[in-house]
């Protein structure tokens, strides 16, 4: 490991000494609960079991973020709040709106699972995998993410974890919002929306768009200048309508069309390897996630069902030199049908326990569909699960919960994944113990096994990968309440690892290993004034004891935010260390790789608002208040300082 800058140093030593924030029960806390307030774990989570189930009694390692945490930072892209997640690494191809990827305990990204209102939204045609670039943070209620092995509860894909991310509904009588905000990099963003609720119905529909002419994705710093921009029109609507208690119909819709300035690659003599270099190139795309559900409950909510349809389109045009062609075309669907009964009941007599039995149903069917100058391809896959769960409530304090899965899958071989969890809380001392194991799968993506380019051949002989992980930690209330400390190891396997190798996909053999630690801190000191921090450190090597690349092995932030002036002010401090990682380069021909090493960086953000009156809020932000020079992915360039202000208005 390098030696970190005496800047990085400082920093480090800072979210160390906060030990570390929003880990599984600290991202339960409300951001607006006054000072003196007992933090509590009664915030419940709709992602570590197929029922939502209060904090206290899961078992896995869980971060739940709040909407209100978003804005009082204001942060524009969802991928910048989980750089504040325990566990979670971030890595951009470049300024706003290039390729991010987000990797949970040193997996892959396309190992992570993502859901938007109960959507899974990764794309089948770019790798299996969610690029966070284009999904805004306007209207978000909350974002949990569930960490280690997932597949026994939601299949392919979740070997490092999920990312579930919901959004807000209609509440109380008709309200509506309004901001305007621009700043560095001729950068502007405009938002709208309107909602409304009554005990029966709600509705929440809004509009936003964004622009900036950005920076240079290829880094001025290797003799490039021409700026790349960047440009997204997101539209939404959310609706439920409840006729009777026991019975709720929910809809939502998501529409997103952007359009990101990219560089082509070349190859550089100095540095000896490719790298990203000036072009005209853009991608252009469109984006829709749609799902519609009902839920019922019978029998005085001891039996629940849910059933749901969910279906998501992916477009991207890639576009080279002559903005008027189109040089690619990929196409990515998903179509998904899933039914889920719960059961709920109490055995006083024996073992004074409750329990909850869930079966549940998952088919889904994949779509990928590929054009270009040098192939094309369109195929698809479906896949059934069949998934059973049971969680046992004993003595009060102790929840166990068991998970098992069985996929039927029309290319690979069926898959069976199991997951155990137990959590054990002791009331007297404020701690509760916890331990998770699981098993996972993930299936080679469409573009591994058939994809074809000027630099890649698919391989139809790939394995789906196999992991099996287990994490144990506690959580333990501090100053009488006021503070939350979590502690978490965890250890994670994963065999026939997917990577590139010369101009294909192989599964490497044997076992690539990842361990680490994760830790917590939430405190809230005085009135008004609350801080969290986290660090994580991971250790991540492939099966030939090579570090694995884009996983930095420390990775630490800090969050403050001080209301003040009769909480009609706010000012919120952000720190973020991103430790030394490792990263692949290529030959000329792309047919050999090679390694090199990124430095550390740290990012310190500063936001502020003030209510000029109840229905009128000016706000700003320093990003990158050091100006920091970094690389997230060699070569391509990351935005210096910048600064933004704005206004918003309700009614």
């Not at 599984?24 to 003196?36: E, H, K, T, V, Y």
């Amino acid at each position: 490991m390098g030696t970190l800058s005496s800047r990085a140093r400082r920093s480090a030593a800072l979210s160390t000494t906060a030990l570390a924030v929003l880990a599984m029960p600290s991202g339960a806390l409300a951001q607006d609960a006054l000072a003196g307030d007992e933090i509590a774990l009664d915030t419940i989570s709709v992602t570590a079991n197929l029922t939502d189930t209060p904090l206290d009694q899961v078992g896995s390692a869980v971060t739940v973020l709040t909407g209100e945490e978003l804005r009082r930072q204001k942060i524009t892209l969802v991928s910048e709040a989980l750089r504040q997640v325990p566990g979670l690494s971030v890595n951009r191809t470049g300024p706003t709106g290039q390729l991010t990827q987000v990797r949970i305990r040193g997996s892959e990204g396309n190992q992570t699972l993502v859901f938007i209102d109960g959507i899974k939204a990764n794309d089948p045609s770019a790798g299996s995998e969610f690029d966070f670039a284009h999904l805004l943070a306007e209207d978000i209620e909350r974002i949990e993410v569930l960490r280690g092995p997932q597949s026994a509860l939601y299949g392919s894909d979740a070997i490092g974890g999920v990312i579930n991310i919901v959004t807000r509904k209609g509440r109380g009588g008709l309200h509506g919002t309004a901001s305007a905000q621009g700043g560095s990099f001729d950068t502007l963003k405009g938002h709208a929306s309107v909602s409304a609720g009554t005990e029966t119905v709600n509705l929440l529909a809004s509009a936003t768009g964004f622009r900036t002419d950005g920076i240079s994705v290829a880094d001025e710093r290797l003799g490039n200048s021409e700026k790349d921009g960047y440009r997204n029109g997101t539209v939404f609507a959310k609706a439920g309508f409840t006729p009777t208690e026991n019975f709720e119909l929910t809809g939502v819709a998501r529409y997103t069309k952007f359009r990101t300035d990219t560089d082509a690659e070349a190859f550089y003599p100095e540095y000896g390897h490719t790298g990203p270099v000036d072009a005209l190139q853009d991608t252009r795309g469109e984006q829709f996630y749609g799902r519609a559900q009902a839920r019922l409950t019978l029998f005085d909510g001891r039996w629940e069902q849910v059933a749901g349809y969910s279906y998501t389109d992916n477009d991207r045009d890639y576009r080279d030199l002559d903005p008027t062609e189109v040089t690619s075309t990929y196409k990515g669907r998903m179509s998904r049908v899933d039914y889920r009964s719960s059961v709920f009941f109490d055995t006083p007599d024996l073992l004074d326990a409750a329990h909850t039995l869930t079966l549940a149903l998952q088919h889904e069917r994949d779509k990928a569909i590929s054009k270009s100058a040098w192939s094309s391809f369109d195929r698809s896959v479906s896949s059934t699960g069949y998934i059973g769960e049971y969680q046992l409530s004993l003595i009060e304090d102790l929840v166990l919960t068991g998970s098992v899965r069985f996929d039927d899958n029309e290319l690979f071989d069926n898959a069976t994944t199991y997951r155990v969890t137990g959590a054990y809380r002791i009331e007297e001392t404020g701690t509760k113990l916890r331990a998770s194991y699981g098993t996972g799968v993930k299936n080679p993506t469409l573009f591994e096994l058939y994809g074809y380019t000027n630099t890649y051949h698919g391989n139809p002989d790939l394995k789906p990968e196999k992991a099996e992980g287990w994490d144990a930690g506690f959580d333990q209330t501090l100053l009488g309440g006021l503070a939350l400390l979590d502690v978490t190891y965890f250890n994670q396997r994963i065999g026939d690892l997917i990577t590139g190798a010369g101009n294909t996909s192989v599964n490497l053999p044997g076992h690539s290993k990842i361990e680490g630690v994760e830790v917590g801190l939430t405190v809230e000191p005085v009135e008004n004034v609350s801080v969290r921090a986290s660090y994580t450190y991971t250790h991540g090597r492939d099966s030939s004891g090579a570090e694995l690349v884009r996983r930095p092995a420390n990775v630490a932030s800090l969050n403050v935010n001080y209301r003040f002036l009769d909480d009609r002010a706010n000012l919120n401090l952000g720190i973020v260390y991103n430790g030394r990682q490792k990263d692949w380069v290529y030959s000329a021909d792309y047919s050999e790789k090679q390694v090199v090493e990124l430095d550390d960086y740290v990012l310190v953000n500063l936001a502020g608002s003030y209510e000029i009156n109840p229905n009128m809020e000016v706000f700003g932000r320093l990003e990158n208040i050091l100006d920091e020079h970094y690389y997230e992915v060699w070569g391509y360039a990351e935005p210096g300082f910048g600064g933004y202000a704005g206004v918003r208005v309700t009614f």
